[in-house]
């Protein structure tokens, strides 16, 4: 249904949520992985005020398997890493609670709790891409995912309308982060057969022996490694 005005109240604040949704997600990714190339310092803004309920606590940061107790943590690991460009490839999002702030608590709000959802939802936010190490364009290529979960930020949306003109500007943070390798690009593997380079095959080889890391890449791997980001040379 593409006219509004056919829209019940209902449906018109579900569309404006998912809408909003797609927007923030948008803006916000391109935020952060700028800030990851060329902002470091600037990283823990990215994330929720820290909160503890018993045994679990927000925000919950795993990267590449491993768990940070902090942002200042997870901030002191990625300044150990090289330079890095990120491709996002593919970005999904979805409205995750379309409830998480009480109405009563949303500034300039009309306390309504079927209203206002566009600026009380928690929002889903899946990233896939690749993450180019050392050198913009002939740096080794390794593939990722990342999915998050964002919270609103109350002091951020403080007006009806939410707009993304400026970019993102705090207005979603996360909660929760999951980051994971997913494996070496294509043209970073070849087959031992084609080899055109001596490589150690019994120490560089993936997937059950059948693609092995070109000699090029060894350095990179060897540096994640390094950064305690691998357990070794192969898939991570």
């Known amino acids: 249904m593409n006219d ?11 569309y404006t949520a998912d809408i909003t949704a797609c927007n923030a997600a948008e803006a916000f ?52 890493l090289p330079h890095t460009w990120f491709d996002v490839e593919s970005l999904d999002c979805d ?19 079927d209203e206002d ?11 896939a891409g690749a993450i180019r190490m ?21 002091e951020k949306l403080t007006t009806k309308a939410v707009h993304f003109d400026k970019g993102w500007q705090k207005e979603w943070l996360i909660q929760s982060q999951n ?8 043209n970073e593997l070849v087959d031992p057969a084609e080899a055109s380079v001596p490589m150690e095959t019994d120490k560089t080889r993936v997937n059950g022996g059948k693609n092995t890391f070109r000699g090029t890449n060894k350095g990179i791997a060897g540096q994640f490694a390094a950064a305690g980001l691998l357990k070794g040379k192969g898939k991570a």
């Open 4 to 14: 509004e005005s056919q829209l019940t109240a209902a449906e018109k604040a579900e």
């Open 29 to 80: 990714t391109d935020a952060y992985y700028f800030a990851l190339q060329k902002d470091r310092q600037n990283i823990p803004s990215f994330y929720c005020p820290p909160l503890a309920n018993g045994d679990q606590s927000v925000p919950f940061i795993a990267w590449n398997g491993e768990v940070f107790s902090d942002v200042v943590a997870l901030q002191t690991r990625i300044q150990t």
């Open 95 to 113: 409205v995750l609670n379309p409830k998480f702030i009480p109405a009563s608590e949303v500034k300039n709000g009309s306390g309504n709790d």
């Open 117 to 127: 959802l566009h600026r009380r939802m928690s929002i889903t936010v899946a990233v």
């Open 134 to 154: 050392e050198e913009q364009f002939k740096g080794p290529l390794r593939e990722f995912s990342e999915t998050f979960v964002l919270v609103p930020n109350p």
């Open 179 to 186: 980051f994971r390798f997913t494996e070496w690009s294509a």
